[in-house]
């Protein structure tokens, strides 16, 4: 078992950080366990950790080995930018000197990596897994099933992208009679095919105001949720939460 310096820390026992700091420069006290340098993956089924950018980021391709992207510190809906911790690299004092993360851009799976202190972590204990050939979805809280429901996924063409996401958004919806329901939980994904679309064509979990089309293979690639599942899971769904979408 590590030894663990008080909170704030980054937990690393073994070879793996199972857990995040929520301020910029955590510190663990050292173990032998430790190896400076290394990416060490972050999580575990029962939780995962978002950063939430603390202003204006950049994202680098490696560490400190050119930028990849700049991220405002709000989102085009004035949502702060939001991304999922997959790993981390950690100094001989076990102290996060990078983290590893998911991003909400294309190619699907982008990962990047932030310095520590240019986010706020959070831990996350839910999860969303949505099954395209059962066209149902389910959502998760430490890892034990809390409720499953049908959905419409992506029409044969303009398919939902598998893969593995995180919710990078929420965005409470002003018509809630519109197409997108009373609220929309934006996914990391984009559709691969529906290149035009303003934004670059996001995927996202909303409600519907056609709920004749739930069960079917009917949207342009977003997962139409009944509205009133869909506030339930709106009310218990941080950003950060991982979205699996299976074939």
């Known amino acids: 078992m590590c030894n663990v310096a008080r909170a704030p820390a980054v937990l690393l026992c073994a070879s793996v950080l199972t857990a995040a700091a929520v301020t910029a420069a955590p510190a663990v006290a050292s173990t032998p366990q430790c190896r400076g340098g290394v990416l060490h993956p972050v999580g575990t089924p029962a939780a995962a950790y978002s950063a939430e950018a603390r202003g204006r980021i950049t994202v680098y391709r490696r560490q400190d080995r050119g930028p990849l ?37 294309r190619p699907n799976g982008a990962v990047g990596y932030v310095r ?36 419409a996924v992506g029409s044969s063409a303009t398919r939902t992208p598998i893969g593995r996401y995180f919710v990078s958004q929420r965005i409470r919806v002003s018509d ?20 035009g679309w303003a934004r670059g064509g996001p995927i996202a979990i909303h409600g519907t105001n056609a709920p004749w089309s739930i069960g079917l293979a009917a949207s342009n690639g977003c997962i139409r949720v009944p509205n009133a599942t869909l506030m339930r899971l709106f009310a218990v769904t941080p950003a950060g939460t991982p979205v699996t979408i299976h074939p």
């Open 69 to 105: 992207a700049v991220f405002p510190r709000l989102t085009w809906s004035r949502y702060p930018t939001t991304f999922w911790i997959v790993g981390a690299i950690v100094n001989k004092a076990c102290a996060a000197s990078w983290y590893r993360v998911k991003l909400p851009i």
């Open 176 to 195: 809630a009679d519109g197409p997108y329901g009373p609220a929309v939980l934006g996914v990391s994904a984009f559709s691969t095919v529906a290149t």
């Open 116 to 151: 520590p202190a240019a986010v706020d972590v959070a831990r996350v204990t839910t999860s969303i897994a949505v099954d395209l050939s059962r066209r149902t979805l389910s959502f998760y809280r430490r890892g034990q099933l809390v409720l499953t429901t049908r959905v």
